[in-house]
C-alpha cells in the first residue's frame, strides 16, 4: 500500500512520539498515561487473590468499561474500553482513587473491585469514585454507569460530564431515565439547564420561545447578638424565563424552585456546551430529549439536517469516530501518538474532504481508512492544500480557532 502523499506524510508525523521515559517505567501510573488515550492493555487474566474482587475486576472492564491497577497501596485506572461508559463519562487514565462510594471507601485495588462487584447488584449498576487527578493535580468526583446488558453505553457530552457525574439529577436527564435519581434533585437540575438554554445569546428557541416572567421576592432579616431584630431588606428579584413551548408547561408549575444564586456548575456546564455546539448540537439535542422525557412531554420530530453531497453538516460525528480509530491505529504500528495532534489531523481531514465536496473520500477517512485517498491520486493536490490549510492555520485565524476549540471541548 502506497503511503499518503508528502504533506499529509508530515502532518502524520508531528503527532508521533516515541515512550522511552525511564519515568515512565519506574511508575507504573505515569506508564498507564504514556501509553496514551486509553492506557495499557489490561490484563484480566491476573489473580487477585480474593473471589470478590476478582468477579469485580471482570464486571469493571465488561460492564463499565476501566481497569486498575495498584501502585503504593492505592488503586488507579490503567486503561479503558475505547468507546466504554468510563471513557464516555469522565474517567482518566491515571486518576488515582481515594475512594469509592462503596465498601467503606478503600482506595486499595481488593477494595475498589470489590466495590464494583457489589454495584452490580444494584438497580442501575454505578459506582462513586472519588480520585486524585494527576494531570490538574485536583481532587474530582464522578460516577459511573455501567454499560445496558445489551452493551448501550450513555456517553456525556465532554462539557457536561464534570456536572453529570457529581449531579445525579443531571445525569439521569442525561440518561433520559427518570428512575435514575430523586425526582427533587431531577427537578432542580431540570430548572438550572433550562436557566442556561434562556440565558443564552443565541436565543435559542427564537421567536417559538415561551416568555415566562419570574418574580422572586427575598427578605434578609438582620439581628443583634441577644436575638432582637435590628433590620429587615427586601429585595425584588424578576427577569423572563425563555423556553421552548414543550416545556413551558413545566416550568411555570416549578418557579418555585427557580435558582437565583450566581454560581451553578449544572448552569455553567450547560452554558458552556451551548457555546460549544450551537443550539443545534448533539449534546444539547440529548440534554433536550432527556428535559423532556423527565417532564413526560414530547418533542417534535427534528427536521432532516441539510446535506451537502451527502456530507452531514457538522463535523463531530466524523471526528467522534476518526479520532479513536487513529489512535488504535498508531498503537498497532508500536507508535504513540499525541492527542492533540491526532485530534487536529481528524478536524483537518474533515475540513478537507468537505472542501472536496467528496462524500466517499469523507466516508472513508471518518473510518481512518486512506485507501480511497490512495486509490484516487487526482484528489492529492487539492485534498492536501486545504489539509494544511487548516493543520497550518495561524493564530487567530477561524481554522485555528476551530482546532483551539476542539482541544478545549475534548480537554486535551
Not at 454560581?263 to 455546539?277: F, K, M
Not at 457538522?314 to 504513540?336: E, N, V, W
Not at 492533540?340 to 474532504?353: D, F, G, K, P, V
Amino acid at each position: 500500500m502506497k503511503p499518503f502523499s508528502t504533506f499529509l506524510t508530515l502532518a502524520l508525523a508531528l503527532c508521533l512520539f516515541t515512550a522511552e521515559a525511564a519515568s515512565a517505567q519506574d511508575n507504573p501510573v505515569q506508564a498507564a498515561r504514556a501509553a496514551g488515550l486509553y492506557g495499557i492493555t489490561p490484563d484480566l487474566s491476573r489473580q487477585t487473590g480474593n473471589a470478590r474482587a476478582q468477579e469485580g475486576q471482570e464486571i469493571a472492564w465488561t460492564r463499565f468499561g476501566i481497569h486498575f491497577e495498584e501502585y503504593n497501596n492505592r488503586a488507579f485506572v490503567a486503561a479503558l474500553k475505547p468507546g466504554g461508559a468510563a471513557a464516555s463519562q469522565g474517567a482518566k487514565v491515571g486518576d488515582v482513587l481515594r475512594g469509592t462510594d462503596i465498601m467503606g471507601g478503600s482506595a486499595g485495588l481488593t477494595g475498589v473491585l470489590q466495590a464494583f462487584a457489589s454495584a452490580a447488584s444494584r438497580d442501575t449498576p454505578s459506582v462513586l469514585l472519588y480520585v486524585f487527578d494527576t494531570d490538574s493535580g485536583w481532587q474530582r468526583e464522578y460516577r459511573l454507569t455501567a454499560a445496558a446488558p445489551d452493551g448501550t453505553v450513555v456517553s456525556i457530552p465532554p462539557a457536561l460530564r464534570g456536572a453529570a457525574t457529581s449531579h445525579a439529577g443531571l445525569m439521569a436527564i442525561l440518561r433520559a431515565d427518570p428512575g435514575f435519581a430523586d425526582p427533587a434533585d431531577i427537578a432542580y437540575d431540570a430548572m438550572l439547564a433550562l436557566q442556561a438554554i434562556s440565558k443564552h445569546v443565541k436565543a435559542c428557541y427564537g421567536p417559538n420561545a415561551v416568555a415566562i416572567p419570574v418574580q422572586i421576592t427575598t427578605t434578609t432579616t438582620t439581628r443583634d447578638g441577644f436575638g432582637i431584630i435590628k433590620d429587615t431588606e427586601t429585595d425584588q428579584y424578576g427577569e423572563l424565563l425563555r423556553v421552548r413551548p414543550e416545556f413551558a408547561s413545566w416550568a411555570r408549575s416549578n418557579l418555585r424552585i427557580y435558582q437565583t444564586q450566581p454560581i451553578s456548575t449544572v448552569r455553567s456546564a450547560v452554558l458552556e456546551l451551548i457555546s460549544q455546539q450551537g443550539c443545534d448540537g448533539e449534546g444539547v439535542r440529548q440534554l433536550e430529549a432527556g428535559l423532556a422525557k423527565v417532564m413526560n412531554v414530547a418533542l417534535p420530530e427534528p427536521a432532516p439536517a441539510p446535506q451537502t453531497g451527502g456530507i452531514p453538516d457538522t463535523a463531530d460525528a466524523f471526528i467522534a469516530q476518526c479520532y479513536p480509530l487513529m489512535i488504535q491505529r498508531m498503537q498497532s504500528k508500536g507508535h504513540m501518538a499525541s492527542e492533540r495532534s491526532t485530534a487536529q489531523i481528524c478536524l483537518c481531514q474533515e475540513h478537507a474532504a468537505r472542501a472536496l465536496d467528496d462524500a466517499a473520500l469523507y466516508a472513508s477517512l471518518k473510518n481512518a481508512d486512506d485507501s480511497y485517498y490512495i486509490a484516487n491520486p487526482d484528489l492529492h493536490g487539492r485534498f492536501d492544500r486545504s489539509f494544511m490549510e487548516c493543520f497550518r492555520a495561524p493564530e487567530g485565524s477561524a481554522l485555528r480557532d476551530r482546532v483551539e476549540a476542539l482541544w478545549r471541548e475534548m480537554n486535551i
